[in-house]
């Protein structure tokens, strides 16, 4: 076919018959090549919640990406002005569904330092295991969805089922599984139950011969390696320099794990290693991440070992709820419970700002908090890990092939409700 | 009666048999696929629609109802066995969407094209005896629907034609993913003729005839009815069960519909009975696929001590028949089980895979096999 003869209709009807863009580059006269512009999300498969990369593509090879945010915005930072600090709480659980629990503790520890409370030693242990159970949650889907975008969709649904597990630990201890809302400012909701130690003791049990069955179908699989090894390497530098933080940064070989480097929550206490790994690609954030799901399992292990009772708020701090007994029998915590209660009281937070970073499984989740002296905050900016991994996919991945492109995003645990806020 | 109004008849009566059978697999392999899919992931599948009588309580008078114990009365006849049929008429009543952009000729004749050569291909299938006396009347019938003597070149020569259904489909769509998933295809299921059509070579040479009921004989007539060609010629028997994953775009060649990269492949933008049909040609071209390789490698319907090869009762031939349904579904079962285990090639990983290991693997044995035969000859 001549390409007059292409020409000509797409001339005389271009909304109906050219799909494939517009910018056509002919190498030889009579065959006509161009370069395909394609809208991978916000509704694809691959791009779990809702992200959007628009790219050209030549043939299978991927020339650029546009990665797009903005589908899932829903002004969480606004929303941070207009409620107070506690109820700010239940709006974290929102930002990554994947793991509430670390937000919820990372956003209360921010308030607390703002506030100069010291939450009670009980509190702490039982924030350090349930922001490690969050994590072995995350990383063992984030394992599972890595291997689902590469079709081994039964790894995925085997940690899909100890994900469950983990919800059920959550539920025993907050009443909620995807949106917990556990912590409090100064402390948590509720103490644990009686019987959730021996719950998460069961779990831990479990949990060791699936992750070995994973490993199983993952780790020496020859297909996997294939598509993994290699795949959108970043060096220590690059990971540096595009702001990368958490597995993904440490299996670029980037040693920082803020549970390690600037203690919180009594993270010192514990025995625990860093796994760094130094290849950069795919791979190595597939195997740092279950390197981390092991070691999480330590510090739960350590912490439930040395759980310590007592109360779990900070009583003294008039941030927190007292005793219901209390309430009812002693003047002074009756009026801090209506000092706490009341429309237009509440916790008042001193003049200040305070920048307060944590280490959740996506990495470093940082909590800006400008405080006027009123009870609501004068402004809550999150910055979240998944930010800098989501424009990271750039670099990573432009002039690979469309199936790289895939593997990388899956490689790089993108939220996207933390991602937009 | 002569003989050839009664081949004739039998023809017609063999033809309905297999489309019959064969379109009655297709759900059971359906069903069978998400049961066993949901047993390796640790789920349940379907168990809702089921063949259930109601409660077969109040078909008794009511002073009858209380003798028949409660757990009779929800008695399920294999949970969720009806999915498929709920499937089915869940896509006979979707809405037909055709795109705008679409080419209409090729989106309408894509689905037909994909499951009409895989169905015809079928065609030169044995699936029982070549020498059934019929009810001792003398006439002889070969259980299979056209005794060809081009055989397997023909199977190939047809069953060749189902990819120009899936890159027509594609190419019509007017889309970007079935557009890229059709062009997959084609490159994928050309490439990966040719390392079949090699290890088949080598599997003709052996056994001297292209003819599919020669090869069943020669394989159940030599090695103590063991003379399989999965025993005989094990390297061309890996590089066909490769390359069949490859031609039935199964996992971990399933490329063209990879869902995370293509969302659905070819048939992105079909829906409802066209999809089905889609769905349907998938399903039979790997039932065609795998009688081809329980024909050609495993010895087809013979079975030392249960099926007498030259024998001529109806019961051998039954028995024949029985057979090679167990080891088509053993073949189907063996499908299954790798695409929920396996992940899934990369592009250039497929290509490297096809061109550059299987094909001299495949000549190389090509080659060898030429020496023994002459040697020994």
Redesign the interface.
Known sequence: MSPELTAAPLAAAPL??A??GDAAVSLEPGLHEQE?V?NFGPQ???MHGTLRLVMTLDG?KCRHIDPQMGYLHTGFEKLGEHRTWNQFIVVTDRMNYMSAMANNVGFALAVEELLGIEVPPRAQAIRVIMCELSRIGDHILGVGLQ????????AM??AF?EREKVYDVFELASGGRLTTSYTRVGGLAFDLPEDCPARIRAFIERLEPVLQEMEG??SR?R??L??TQGVGTFSRQQAIDWGLSGPVARASGLDRDLRRDRPYSGYEQYDFEVPVRTEGDVYARYLVRLAEVRQSLRIVEQALDRLPSGPVNAIGAKATLPDKDEVYSRMESLIQHFMLEMPGHGIKAPKGAIYHATETPNGELGWYIVSDGTGVPYRVRVRPPSLYQFQSIKPMAEGR????V?AIM?SLGVIAGELDR | MSDWVVQAIATAVKAGLVIGIAMNIVPLLIYLERKI?AY????IGPNRVNLVLGDVRYLLPPSMRDAVPASLSRFKLIPGSLQPLADAVKLAFKEEIVP??ADKVLYYLGPLVAFVPVATALAFIPFGTGTWDLFGTGHVIDLRIASADVGVLGLFAISSLGVYGIAAGGWGS????P??GAVRASAQMISYEVPMGLALLAAIATVGSVDTQAFVYEQATTWGGMGWLVFKQPLAALIFLVAMFAENNR??F??PE??????GGYHTEYSGLKFALFFLGEYMAMILMCSLFVTIFLGGWSLPFVVDPSGTSGLNALASGLVFLAKIMLVLNFQVWIR??????????LMHLGWKVMVPLALANLVVTAIVLHLAA
């Open positions: 109906a018959r799909p494939f395909m394609i694809h498969p691959a299978e291997g689902m975008d590469l079709g081994a969709f039964t649904l085997w089922i179908m993952l699989n297909i996997f294939e598509r092939l469309v199936a790289d895939v899956s | 899919s390796m992931q640790g789920r705008a952009s007017g889309s970007k993913f557009l890229m996992l971990p399933d490329l990879a869902e995370p990269e293509l969302v929920w285990t396996l992940p899934r090639f990369r592009y250039d990983q």
